[in-house]
Each structure stands twice: as structure tokens, then as C-alpha cells.
């Protein structure tokens, strides 16, 4: 029986909701609106704009390109960064809709606002070119208004476009070594409309940004909150502008009042200030928000806007931990990329909500965003919830470009420090990621690269001085930023995960202050192992736990797991349980993030089990909870859970008889072992001993179907989990035929397994062959999801493997391959 993900209360879980419906409203403006609907999409270029907008003759085979409906968000590589046999699209796509544009405000503002498009973006009202964008994740602004009012003179709004505004965008993300991120990265780089576009109205006298600075004492005991107000160029210097603001408490009461004016002025301009006493502090626990109400002008012609800020106070203690609001807080992370199985970086809304209420549930308190900015709805989830944030331009891999590059890269830095400004989340601001790999221009200078990153340290400082800068793994810049992670891969890339705690604390003597992100390993999700640890008798200890260049390849070089291992889910719980529980013992720590949350696609990791899937998150793509998932909520919640370690292993294997393990990943203070239906004892967990924090058994299996079931006490509460799969004694050759079978069908979608077996028909339980699933007739396999059950390509997990597909009964045929194996053949 599969339990629930967060075995919690009912109203803890409608808390959750409310939260997170909270958190992700946006801080918008007067009247926006999705453009969600109604679009076109052609892959590829145009010959010029007039082919988006030119009159289309009905059925006629010449009215070329073909255009096909989408909606948005909406990514050129929704399946193709997943395709096992094709490189990922890079190069330009175009989309278009039409507008029905009614501005409310006499003399007021159209404007088209992107949350982020990929990677540089043009726009066009009919032909007429009316902005451009360099960068796919900071949010900007196009102002349509002049470009709106002039085509509406037109004869062809009238009788071509009946009264509506075209609307043509160009998206790009051709290969260019000028522009960051690298194509190096370990990432796709996605093209498209993949965040929200909206349409936006604004009064004549508006404000384009609002920047609120909340702060508080180390003790908490007196807050104090600045303001202050960016015109847009369009409102001229030295207008005078009535400014109201209210400042309301978490429960809506107002705490503080100001009414005055201000006069309009390149940069940001300065409100007014408040102090409040005893503030209602902001951190994980309690991630309490206070509204700053902010009114610009009079009467109707009047722009409003929200924002939601949050006190606290923040300290990297040098050579120590981290503090907020004076108390030490171990941060407890993990990674988050914008990426999902079906829509690549196109995620909507309601996903986004779902991954981040998952990592919540985990027991997550720190994220660090991987590589670049994410959407608003991310970073106002982040503060409704309570997960602190490191957040980074996309200076990711390659070395150093030139002008142009550089100019990006603080612009980009400029925008995601003035965008994100306000949020209460936000701890560190990243200059960028591995910057000492090498290998997209003929020169790599390590001065030239320190002399760049010092410049963005200080823009950092200079935009705002309230928060901290970090890198990741460039160790001859390392005194640059404030905070800095060296590269540690304790029994993945390098060495022995009983290394972790001693190479940790030789890097933390190097710097001033520390922060441990990435770390972790690959496993493939339904992969389950006996004997996990076989590959670390290859590996002698102390010889370090750093990456270096070619660890990610599965073939050449030393011994190492991520070469040796088998991928197995097994593995990466005992490699997790031993990092999480050596973390429970190292007081100096400030935090460390596991690499990453959700398996992502990468165009650099073609021959993974799952191709060009980086394999390393604690749930799949989609995202299904691996095993491992269920390790971290055992060390980091406290509502009562427990999970017997094995829920996607339904064939076990070894001698009659023989002990096997059993272990219970739960954070309750104690748990009962049942294997059918006997007691085999209570347990009181005990986090150091390794695994599972002592909630483990050696137990016999009966040959066959067993069922082993747990139950776990905290206090006076009790939770329960059971599992049930069969034993198998038989030993087995070499893999020599192979089976598909139909093994359910719901919900309009038909699943096949295939299996492998040797020569006398014993499955193959260790078999990890590649398999490609193939479809002939009516129907459509769901694959190119970047998933163990939804790729169809994938190495066995076990001996077996899944996919689903959509069937016509009588007219759709399945077929399973291997290499140097029949061909299995399924008629549905």
C-alpha cells in the first residue's frame, strides 16, 4: 500500500494550500492580464515580419508556413531536450496572436510585460519592431502604446484584423558564445515563451518598480522598513507625484501611514521610512509577511500596488554557521531548475505550486536557484512558505566572453537584484557557477576572470548592500564574494561518502565563511540494489571529493561511483543517510543543498539510463518521489512519517532463508517490524546509527510473496506503512530473451512492462540492458518525458522496464528491443 507523500493533519495540509495560494500572487500592477491563449507557433525562421501578419487566403495549400496553436507558457523544446536520437532545437521560433486593447486610463500606458522568454526575444505590433530582449530568465517590459495607436489609423485594422492588435514574437536560443549561460552547461538551454507574457495597463503617472527594505536588529526586537520608488523614462523629470503608503501587519492591521509627494527623477527615489516595534519576524518556521500599500496619484487616474515584504535579520557568522533573526538555522537545501516531463521550462503556475509545496513537505528551509533567475512565482512561494534563497545570474560554465557578454551578465545582475529586491527569501545573490570550466573561447584567464567577478561582487554590494554574494566551485576566485562552496561529491564523483565530514571541514578552514551546496548522486528511479555498496571496494578513501573535468562521463578515467556504481535508488539513500546525519554533528556548518531536487534534461549526458536526463533528483521529472525523498523527511519534518525503504522494488532476491535488510526511513521516536504478519521488534531511533537512524532489521524472507509492514510511534501518535513483493531464490544466467506484457490500463493510457530472462526463463533481476520501445498502428507512446516509465530508450531497472501509451484496441502493436536479443512483439 502506498501511503501518502506527507502523512500530516488535515488542517496543517490546508494551511499549506492557503500559503502557498497566498504567496503566489503577484505584486502586479493595475489591470494585467495573461495572454495565455489564443496563440500560433512555427519552428523556425521567418522570411521577414510581413509573413506573421500578410493576409491568408482559406485553404490555400501557398498560405505557407503552417502555424500550429499553443498555449502559454509554451517551450520550442517541450520533448526534443529528452529525444534519445536528435540534438535539442537551438534556433529561432516566431508566435503571434491578436489583442483586444481597451486602456482604461486616459493618457495611460500598454504595455507587454514578460516574466522571461528564451534567449533573446523580439516584438512586433503588425511590422513594426517596437522592443528586443537579451537573456532568457529577467522579467522586462515592452510599451506598445504609440505602436497601438498608430495601427489603429490603419485600414488593416479594420477589415483585416477586425478591431484587434497582431502581435508577433521572435524567440531564439541559437548556440552563442557572446551570450550566457554557456552552452557548456549542464542544462538546456530553452527557447520560447516559457514563462507568463502578460498584458498590462497603466496610468499616465505610474511607478515601474517598488523597492521596500525591510530589516530588523539581531534580536528582532525593532524593525525598520525604507521605501523607495522607480519612475519610468516616459514620466518626465521633476513631474511632482502624490504618494500614499500604508504599511499593514501579517493579521491586515496598519502599523504605519504616509502621505506626501515626490518628484520623479532617473534611479530610485526615496518615500518615506518606518520603525516598528516588536515586529512579527519572518523565518521558515513562521514565514510571517507584512504588506507595504503603495498609491501613486489621485482618484481614478491613481496606480496602485502591493508588495510584501518580511522583517528578519541574516548573519554568515565568519569561520561559524548561519544565523537568522539571531538563533543559528542549519540550512537545509536542495536545487530547483525550471524543468518538467512534457513541457520542459514551460511550467504553469499550479506546477510550480505543486514542486515547491513538495519540497516543503520534505522539510526543505533553503533552495538554491540553478542558474539563473527563476519566475516571481517561485520567489513568492519561497516567502510564503519560508525557504530562504540563494539566487544567481547565469554566468554558468566557459570561461569569459567580451563586451557584450560582460554587459549581459551585469545587466542581467542589475535586473535580478531590482526585481527580486523585496523578497524576504532572499539571502545571497550568486555571481555565477564553476567559472573555472574552461573552453568556449581560445583564452582562459584566471585574472581576467577575477578582475570580472570582483565587478560584479561590488555591483551586488552596490544594489544592495543588505545581503551576501557566493559562488560555486571557482577556487581561484574564492575570496571574492562573501560566501563560498567548494565543490564536494563525497562518494559520487570522487572518493567515499565517510569522507564527507572530514573533506567538509578542511574546506571550511580555507574561507571566511561556508556554505556546502551540491552534493548528492545519479540513481535511476525504480532501480533497487542487494549490495549498493560493491563500487566504493574500487575506491580508496582520503584521496578528496571534488568534480573534475570528465567525472560526468560513464566511461574512461579512475575508479569512481558515478563511473562504477550501479544507480541503484539503494545506493543514493545510504549516500544521503550518511550526509544527513554527519551534517547532525558539524555545529560550525551553515547549510548545505542537495544537487538537485527534480531530475533535469541536459544536452550534455546522452548516454545516461534515462538519456540526457541528469539522474541526480529526489524525485523524478514528473515528479514521482524516489526513495531518497523519504530519507530527507525522516532527518528534516517533524509531522510523523514513516516509509519502509523499497515502495518500486516489487522482486527481491537472495538464498533461502538468508537475513535481509529491511530498513524504515521515519522520524518517529521508535517502530515496530512486521514480515508476515510476526513482530520482529521494536526499534528507538537513533540518528547516528548509520542506516536509516537505526530503524533497521535483518530479517528472513519466505520464498514468494511477502509483506512486510511497519508501525511507528511518536508520543501518543502512530503511523503506519506496508509494502508487499515476492523473493526470488532462483539464480540466474545471462539475459538471452525478452517478454512485453499489458499490465493495466486506465485512464485512456495502456501500460506494457518488458522483462528479461535467461535461457531457462528465471527473470534477470540485476539485468540493466538498453531497451528501445517502439509503437506500429493506431496510437502514441508517452514518451520523451525524461522518465524511467516515459523514455523510449532507457536501460532496465531490474530486468524490467516500463511505458505507457494511448491504444486502439485491434489496431495498435507494441514492440520491445535489445541489443543481441529477439525482438518482443505485444497486439493490444
Same mark, same amino acid.
Given at each position: 500500500m502506498r501511503k501518502p507523500l506527507f502523512p500530516c493533519q488535515f488542517l496543517q495540509c490546508l494551511l499549506l494550500l492557503v500559503v502557498c495560494c497566498l504567496g503566489s500572487r503577484p505584486a502586479s500592477a493595475q489591470q494585467q492580464t495573461r495572454l495565455n491563449t489564443g496563440w500560433e507557433y512555427v519552428r523556425g525562421d521567418l522570411g521577414g515580419i510581413w509573413e506573421a501578419v500578410r493576409p491568408a487566403v482559406a485553404g490555400s495549400p501557398e498560405t505557407v508556413p503552417l502555424w500550429t496553436p499553443v498555449t502559454l507558457p509554451h517551450c520550442f523544446n517541450a520533448l526534443d531536450a529528452v529525444d534519445p536520437d536528435v540534438n535539442y532545437y537551438q534556433g529561432p521560433g516566431w508566435y503571434r496572436t491578436q489583442l483586444a486593447v481597451q486602456n482604461?486610463?486616459?493618457?495611460?500606458?500598454? =504595455? =507587454?510585460?514578460?516574466?522571461?522568454?528564451? !534567449?533573446?526575444?523580439?516584438?512586433?505590433?503588425?511590422?513594426?519592431k517596437v522592443g528586443s530582449h537579451v537573456g532568457g530568465y529577467d522579467e522586462w517590459t515592452v510599451d506598445i502604446t504609440e505602436a497601438v495607436a498608430d495601427f489603429q489609423k490603419t485600414e488593416a485594422y479594420q477589415k483585416q484584423f477586425k478591431g484587434k492588435i497582431p502581435l508577433s514574437i521572435r524567440c531564439d536560443n541559437s548556440r552563442d558564445l557572446e551570450m550566457i549561460p554557456s552552452d557548456l552547461s549542464d542544462f538546456n538551454i530553452y527557447g520560447g515563451l516559457y514563462r507568463y507574457l502578460n498584458l498590462t495597463y497603466e496610468p499616465a503617472l505610474y511607478a515601474e518598480r517598488l523597492m521596500a527594505h525591510a530589516v530588523t536588529d539581531a534580536a528582532g526586537k525593532t524593525g525598520a522598513l525604507s521605501l523607495k520608488i522607480a519612475f519610468p523614462a516616459i514620466v518626465p523629470a521633476g513631474t511632482a507625484a502624490p504618494v500614499t503608503v500604508r504599511l499593514l501587519d501579517p493579521r491586515g492591521k496598519a502599523v504605519g501611514q504616509y502621505r506626501g509627494s515626490v518628484r520623479a527623477a532617473a534611479g530610485e527615489v526615496a518615500v518615506t521610512d518606518f520603525t516598528v516595534k516588536k515586529p512579527q519576524l519572518w523565518s521558515p518556521e513562521a514565514p510571517r509577511q507584512y504588506a507595504v500599500e503603495v498609491t501613486v496619484g489621485e482618484g481614478k487616474q491613481a496606480w496602485h500596488q502591493t508588495a510584501l515584504v518580511g522583517f528578519r535579520h541574516i548573519e554568515f557568522v565568519e569561520k561559524g554557521p548561519f544565523k537568522l533573526n539571531g538563533q543559528r538555522l542549519l540550512l537545509r537545501g536542495t536545487h530547483r531548475h525550471e524543468?518538467?516531463?512534457?513541457?520542459?521550462?514551460?511550467?504553469?503556475?499550479? @506546477?510550480?505550486?505543486?514542486?515547491?509545496?513538495? @519540497?516543503?513537505?520534505?522539510?526543505?528551509?533553503?533552495?538554491?536557484?540553478?542558474?539563473?533567475?527563476?519566475?516571481?512565482?517561485?520567489?513568492?512561494?519561497?516567502?510564503?512558505?519560508?525557504?530562504?534563497?540563494?539566487?544567481?545570474? $547565469?554566468?554558468?560554465?566557459?570561461?569569459?566572453?567580451? $563586451?557584450?557578454?560582460?554587459?549581459?551578465?551585469?545587466?542581467? @545582475?542589475?535586473?535580478?537584484?531590482?526585481?527580486?529586491?523585496?523578497?524576504?527569501?532572499?539571502?545571497?545573490?550568486?555571481?555565477?557557477?564553476?567559472?573555472?570550466?574552461?573552453?568556449?573561447?581560445?583564452?582562459?584567464?584566471?585574472?581576467?576572470?577575477?578582475?570580472?567577478?570582483?565587478?560584479?561582487?561590488?555591483?551586488?554590494?552596490?544594489?544592495?548592500?543588505?545581503?551576501?554574494?557566493?559562488?560555486?566551485?571557482?577556487?581561484?576566485?574564492?575570496?571574492? $564574494?562573501?560566501?563560498?562552496?567548494?565543490?564536494?561529491?563525497?562518494?559520487?564523483?570522487?572518493?567515499?561518502?565517510?569522507?564527507?565530514?572530514?573533506?567538509?571541514?578542511?574546506?571550511?578552514?580555507?574561507?571566511?565563511?561556508?556554505?556546502?551546496?551540491?552534493?548528492?548522486?545519479?540513481?535511476?528511479?525504480?532501480?533497487?540494489?542487494?549490495?549498493?555498496?560493491?563500487?566504493?571496494?574500487?575506491?580508496?578513501?582520503?584521496?578528496?571529493?571534488?568534480?573534475?573535468?570528465?567525472?560526468?562521463?560513464?566511461?574512461?578515467?579512475?575508479?569512481?561511483?558515478?563511473?562504477?556504481?550501479?544507480?541503484?535508488?539503494?545506493?543514493?539513500?545510504?549516500?544521503?543517510?550518511?550526509?544527513?546525519?554527519?551534517?547532525?554533528? @558539524?555545529?560550525?556548518?551553515?547549510?548545505?543543498?542537495?544537487?538537485?531536487?527534480?531530475?533535469?534534461?541536459? %544536452?550534455?549526458?546522452?548516454?545516461?539510463?534515462?538519456?540526457?536526463?541528469?539522474?541526480?533528483?529526489?524525485?523524478?521529472?514528473? +515528479?514521482?518521489?524516489?526513495?531518497?525523498?523519504?530519507? +530527507?523527511?525522516?532527518?528534516?519534518?517533524?509531522?510523523?512519517?514513516?516509509?519502509?525503504?523499497?515502495?518500486?522494488? %516489487?522482486?527481491?532476491?537472495?538464498?533461502?532463508?538468508? =537475513?535481509?535488510?529491511?530498513?524504515?526511513?521515519?522520524?518517529?521516536?521508535?517502530?515496530?517490524?512486521?514480515?508476515?504478519?510476526?513482530?520482529?521488534?521494536?526499534?528507538?531511533?537513533?540518528?547516528?546509527?548509520? $542506516?536509516?537512524?537505526?530503524?533497521?532489521?535483518?530479517? %528472513? +524472507?519466505?520464498?514468494?510473496?511477502?509483506?512486510?509492514?511497519?508501525?511507528?510511534?511518536?508520543?501518543? !501518535?502512530?503511523?503506519?506503512?506496508?509494502?508487499?513483493?515476492?523473493? !526470488?531464490?532462483?539464480?540466474?544466467?545471462? %539475459?538471452?530473451?525478452?517478454?512485453?506484457?499489458?499490465?493495466?490500463d486506465a485512464n485512456g493510457l495502456v501500460t506494457v512492462e518488458a522483462q528479461l530472462f535467461d535461457a531457462q526463463g528465471v527473470p534477470c533481476l540485476d539485468a540493466a540492458n538498453w531497451l528501445r520501445f517502439s509503437l506500429a498502428g493506431e496510437g502514441r507512446l508517452h514518451d520523451d518525458l525524461g522518465t524511467s516509465s516515459g523514455s523510449s530508450k532507457v536501460q532496465a531497472y531490474n530486468g524490467r522496464a516500463i511505458i505507457r501509451l494511448e491504444a486502439t484496441p485491434g489496431q495498435t502493436t507494441v514492440a520491445v528491443q535489445s541489443p543481441g536479443l529477439p525482438t518482443a512483439v505485444l497486439a493490444l
Open positions: 482604461p486610463y486616459a493618457g495611460g500606458r500598454t =504595455l =507587454l510585460h514578460f516574466e522571461g522568454a528564451g !534567449q533573446k526575444t523580439e516584438v512586433y505590433i503588425h511590422t513594426t524543468d518538467h516531463a512534457g513541457v520542459a521550462a514551460a511550467m504553469t503556475e499550479p @506546477m510550480i505550486r505543486q514542486e515547491m509545496r513538495l @519540497m516543503k513537505q520534505m522539510g526543505v528551509n533553503f533552495i538554491r536557484l540553478g542558474h539563473y533567475q527563476q519566475s516571481r512565482i517561485v520567489l513568492n512561494l519561497c516567502d510564503s512558505l519560508g525557504i530562504v534563497v540563494w539566487e544567481e545570474i $547565469p554566468w554558468c560554465r566557459g570561461g569569459l566572453g567580451g $563586451p557584450v557578454y560582460q554587459a549581459q551578465a551585469k545587466r542581467m @545582475m542589475t535586473h535580478m537584484v531590482q526585481q527580486h529586491y523585496n523578497h524576504p527569501a532572499v539571502i545571497i545573490w550568486g555571481l555565477g557557477n564553476e567559472n573555472d570550466w574552461p573552453n568556449d573561447f581560445p583564452e582562459f584567464d584566471k585574472q581576467k576572470i577575477r578582475a570580472f567577478m570582483t565587478d560584479l561582487n561590488d555591483l551586488a554590494h552596490q544594489l544592495d548592500a543588505s545581503r551576501y554574494t557566493a559562488i560555486r566551485r571557482c577556487d581561484f576566485a574564492k575570496d571574492i $564574494p562573501d560566501v563560498y562552496s567548494p565543490s564536494i561529491w563525497a562518494g559520487w564523483y570522487r572518493g567515499i561518502y565517510t569522507d564527507y565530514k572530514a573533506v567538509t571541514e578542511e574546506e571550511f578552514k580555507q574561507v571566511k565563511r561556508f556554505l556546502h551546496v551540491e552534493w548528492g548522486g545519479d540513481s535511476h528511479a525504480g532501480r533497487h540494489s542487494e549490495n549498493p555498496d560493491n563500487a566504493l571496494a574500487k575506491i580508496a578513501a582520503g584521496q578528496g571529493a571534488d568534480e573534475r573535468s570528465g567525472d560526468a562521463s560513464l566511461f574512461g578515467g579512475s575508479a569512481r561511483v558515478s563511473k562504477d556504481g550501479d544507480w541503484s535508488e539503494t545506493y543514493l539513500c545510504n549516500l544521503v543517510d550518511w550526509h544527513l546525519k554527519e551534517q547532525e554533528t @558539524m555545529p560550525w556548518l551553515s547549510g548545505a543543498a542537495y544537487w538537485p531536487f527534480k531530475d533535469f534534461s541536459t %544536452p550534455v549526458r546522452p548516454d545516461n539510463p534515462v538519456p540526457y536526463m541528469n539522474q541526480k533528483g529526489v524525485v523524478e521529472r514528473d +515528479f514521482t518521489p524516489k526513495e531518497a525523498y523519504y530519507v +530527507f523527511q525522516s532527518y528534516w519534518t517533524t509531522v510523523p512519517m514513516a516509509h519502509i525503504y523499497g515502495h518500486s522494488w %516489487p522482486v527481491r532476491w537472495g538464498e533461502e532463508s538468508e =537475513l535481509k535488510l529491511v530498513k524504515v526511513y521515519s522520524n518517529c521516536e521508535r517502530a515496530e517490524l512486521f514480515v508476515n504478519g510476526k513482530s520482529y521488534g521494536l526499534k528507538t531511533r537513533a540518528s547516528q546509527d548509520f $542506516p536509516a537512524a537505526g530503524l533497521h532489521w535483518r530479517v %528472513p +524472507f519466505a520464498t514468494g510473496a511477502n509483506q512486510v509492514r511497519v508501525v511507528a510511534y511518536q508520543g501518543k !501518535q502512530r503511523v503506519e506503512d506496508q509494502i508487499s513483493f515476492r523473493y !526470488q531464490t532462483e539464480k540466474w544466467t545471462a %539475459p538471452a530473451r525478452l517478454t512485453l506484457t499489458k499490465t493495466a
